[in-house]
Structures are given as C-alpha cells and as structure tokens.
C-alpha cells in the first residue's frame, strides 16, 4: 500500500504519518510540501492508495487543486485535510473529485476510523456527526488576528504597532490564546494554529 500525504506544515505531516501508521505499519508513506512535489512523485510512479491533501500549500492557488489532481490522475483516491470549517469547501472538494473531507481540527481517533474505511474503498464525504469534532478554540476577531501574527513570528511590539495597541493589550491577547489552545508558549501557540488550520 502506498499512500502520499501533502501538506506544506512538516510537524502536521509527521502527525499524519504516525496516524497512518497506525493503520497500516507496513505502508509506503511518501512526503510532499506541495504541488509540484505532489505530481513529481505521482509522475514517477502512478499508483497510490491514497493521497492526503491539504488544499493551502505552495502551487495550490487554482480554483481547485483536486479538480486539477484528479483530471491528471484519476486513479488516485483524493481525501482533503483542511484547517477550513467553512462547508463551501467541502462541497467544492467533493464535487470536483475528492472521496473525502477531514478537518485538521478532527479527533484522531475520528480520524482514524475514517481513513480505515477509506483504506477499505468506502467514500466517506465528511465525518459523520456522530465523529464530529468539538468546536475549536473560541477566539475573538482580533485575537485571530495576533494568533496569525503570531503563528508568522511577529513579536509583541510589532504586533502592537500594526494593529495600534499598547503592548500590554497585545500580551494580553497572546496570555488569552495560550489558555485557549492549550499552549505552554508562543511556539507551542504557533504549531497547534497551523494544526487546526487557524494561521
């Protein structure tokens, strides 16, 4: 079994190669950080089991990467990984070709129960409700806006300069979004916001 995953976050890879490890300890899991690399190794060898696709890497900026991918290469099941709730995307993935849509903010076990029945030939769609997620960190519009900042390196006195705060306002939001994601510190922060897609 050969199975590709492409997202462009290495430590959000790595999260899913364990994962699929788990189901299939003898698989060959291939990397890709984006789309070139994605049809570099579908061009060198067209069967694969299963590719793993978040649709925000580098060279994804049609309308439509999967629309793309699956014209190219039919014979290759689709499932999208997206940090995205929004159900457009969704819809839009499955219409143009995908057999799946998981949220990066999904559950592993949920996660896992779903690519087994994947592995297994079932389309899926979406997770069930009964395999849904619970709701993501409750942030405000502005503590959005440091997080993502944040999650891109800027320090405190830049993020108070562009978004016309004090400091003590900025840290105000970044303690705030650490109790929110559970974070240890702004690394920590920066690594869980790409793993839910929220940078």
Do not use: W
């Not at 959000?12 to 994605?38: H, Q």
């Not at 389309?123 to 395999?131: R, V």
């Amino acid at each position: 079994m050969r199975i590709l995953i492409a997202d462009d976050h290495a430590l959000y890879r790595d999260a899913l190669v364990r994962l699929v490890r788990t189901l299939d300890a003898a698989a060959a899991v291939e990397e890709a950080g984006s789309l070139d690399e994605i049809e570099a190794r579908l061009r060198a060898d067209p069967a694969c089991d299963l590719l793993l696709l978040d649709l925000r890497m580098p060279g994804c900026l049609d309308a439509s990467p999967v629309e793309t991918l699956h014209r190219r290469h039919p014979g290759v099941p689709i499932v999208v990984i997206s940090g995205s709730e929004h159900p457009y995307e969704r819809q839009r993935a499955l219409a143009h070709g995908a057999v799946g849509f998981l949220r990066k903010s999904s559950q592993p076990a949920a996660m896992q129960r779903a690519l087994q029945r994947l592995l297994e030939g079932e389309e899926i769609g979406e997770l069930p409700d009964d395999d849904a997620p619970p709701a993501g960190p409750r942030l405000t519009p502005r503590q959005h806006e440091v997080l993502r900042s944040l999650a891109h390196g800027a320090s405190n006195k830049q993020m108070a300069q562009q978004f016309g705060l004090s400091e003590g306002t900025v840290k105000l939001h970044v303690a705030a979004i650490l109790q929110a994601l559970g974070a240890g510190n702004r690394t920590e922060a920066a690594a869980r916001a790409r793993a839910l897609g929220l940078d």
